[in-house]
RNA sequence: GCGUCGGUGGUAGAGUGGUCAAAUACAACAGACUGUAAAUCUGUCGCCCAUCGGGCUACGUUGGUUCAAAUCCAACCCGGCGCA
């Protein structure tokens, strides 16, 4: 059995702190930097699993916890020994803590607010309102919420479905289906509106019966719009939850669900604050259990120090933040272990996460995107709804060794136009392998010095 | 031929005297989407100027009643159904 391990195969001269590397798993190599693409129910939207394997052939794909917790259930995951071998995937997997719920259901929930902020959303009337709300919340009779046949709603459904039953009954409208204290989270199912609390140790627990090669620490992603004194409250919460992630993993041992050792990651945090960023990088790559083992011969033990196999640097900025984010906290974190930056993956973010030392990324925007009938293309993104592309006879995609390159724009916004399921296929298929492979390029001009020319090439086309 | 019901914007379909350029849905045209509450959401959607807003033409056709008509009346045209 391998175990987890990384090694740099090279630094960069021309960017101090990017690197080219190898992630080993029990189930195999990732070459980093790499794209890690999305399947958080277990399965990477719209497209078949052998078909991910065959055609987007990325290293390694990531699950979420919250998601696969909810359903199947952990214990069922457990049982088809982890989500890897439920899914019928042989490579290397993540998944993630149910960190980013805290937020996406919590304070980003029906504000509009998303993981990249726009910087004139900064503003104190902003961040005033979404103090009051951000935490504490009261989510009164929310049972209601959810009566049977209310889940295939669409979103809009159940926004209108909320803002009516409150109105008609003078409650306060739900600002969130989170609460969030110093133990763990309350959350409600987005399902069925029932209640879970995660602490770090469940989350632990899960991710130990999901079986992830990678899983991180369970984190609080925090807003946008959260002001510097609920960030600092907030990121201590998140190194107090990454020690007990630590212990927790350590005396859970190997995966239940595959019986092999599993590499923990800890999330670094801080929002767009500096002095934060640098504190939570350092004080988690400082962070480590002490574990006693026998030792082979006799009864003696030996204590060892267990540190975080990795770091994660999750959270939310605004895009203008987020090079020097990223930058403080590489430069703080111990070099030899790897970084993933969270939920980052346009384009240009790759680039910039790439030379500022960040060796995986995982991002939903791919997906989403083809899904919503936006393509990547080396040109730019382009919505394939728009009309000049139903006489489009170009192809997808430029490039022959990917699956889209086979179909016209005319056919896909055809797909689209009629809603045929195929469509948010070849399009997601598309997408990433326009990114992984992008990714691995990039990788490669790395390699070779000369990542900033790559750079140019590739960001001076592709303007948006 | 007689009777009856009906003719509304690209389509379906509400509206039956003023708050109607006309609900709603679909279509169309744009836009958004970054650790997946997302096969989702937002905006526009008669014409002309326009930031609020203003002007014009419109609910089969023509004429009428009324301060005011998609809405009431008459005739006509067209369609469904029933009876000859």
Redesign the pocket.
């Known amino acids: 059995m391998k175990n987890f391990g990384f090694e740099i195969i090279k630094k960069s001269y021309e960017a101090p702190l990017a690197r080219v590397g190898v992630i080993h798993t029990p189930h195999g190599s990732i070459e980093t930097p790499a794209f890690i693409p ?4 277990a399965t ?3 497209i078949l699993p052998e078909d991910f394997v065959k055609y987007v052939k990325s290293d390694a794909v ?3 916890t ?2 696969l917790y909810l359903e199947p259930g952990s214990e069922i995951v457990k049982k088809h020994g982890g989500f890897q071998k439920m899914m019928n995937y042989t490579g290397p997997t993540f998944t ?2 149910g ?7 919590g304070a ?3 504000v509009g607010v ?3 902020a726009k910087r004139e959303d900064l503003t104190n009337e902003n961040i005033e309102k979404n103090l009051e709300t951000n935490n504490n919340f009261k989510i009164p009779f929310l049972d209601f919420l959810y009566p049977k046949g209310l889940r295939q709603k ?6 209108e479905f ?1 803002t009516q039953f409150f109105k008609r009954d003078k409650k306060e409208i739900p600002k969130s ?1 989170v609460k969030i204290s110093d133990e763990g989270v309350e959350f409600r199912s ?1 399902i069925d509106g029932s209640k879970h609390f995660f602490t770090p140790e469940k989350s632990m627990e899960i991710q130990h019966d999901l079986g992830g090669d990678i899983f ?1 620490a369970f ?4 807003s946008p719009l959260a002001n510097k004194e609920y960030q600092i409250e907030s990121l201590n919460r998140t190194h107090a939850w990454a020690k007990r992630s630590l212990v927790h993993h350590q005396n859970l041992g190997v995966s239940s669900a595959t019986g092999e050792m599993q590499a923990l990651y800890a ?1 670094v ?1 801080g929002g767009g604050f500096q002095d934060l960023r640098e504190e939570s990088a350092k004080t988690l790559g400082e962070m480590f259990v002490e574990v006693k083992e026998k030792s082979a011969s006799a009864e003696s033990y030996s204590v060892t120090r267990k540190y975080f196999d990795g770091f ?1 640097i ?3 900025f605004t ?1 203008e933040d987020m090079a020097k984010t990223v930058k403080i906290s590489t430069e703080n974190l111990p070099e030899e272990k790897p970084r993933h930056l ?5 384009i ?2 790759l680039f910039l996460g790439i030379e500022y030392g960040i060796d995986t990324f ?8 083809a ?4 393509l990547y293309t080396k040109n730019g ?1 382009i ?1 394939i ?4 592309y ?1 006489e489009d006879f170009s192809r997808v995609c430029d490039d022959p060794d990917c699956y889209a390159h086979q179909y016209t724009k005319s056919y896909l916004a055809h797909l689209f ?1 009629s ?1 045929e ?1 195929i469509a ?1 296929t070849i399009a ?1 298929i598309h997408n990433l392998h326009f990114i992984v492979h992008l990714v691995k390029d990039i990788r490669k001009s790395v390699l070779e010095d000369r990542f900033f020319e790559f750079k140019k090439e590739v960001l001076e086309t592709y303007t ?1």
């Open positions: 999305v399947g958080t129910k990477v939207k719209s990531l699950a979420n919250y998601h993630d803590s960190g980013f719920q805290v937020f996406s259901l980003a929930m029906g998303s993981k990249i669409s979103q809009k459904g159940i926004l909320f289906l987005i991180f984190d609080e992603c925090t999330v945090q994660g999750g959270g939310s895009k969270l939920g980052i993956g346009e240009e973010d995982d991002c939903v925007s791919p997906t989403r995107l899904r919503n009938g936006s993104r919505n709804f728009n009309s000049k139903k136009r809603k399921m948010a997601s948006k």
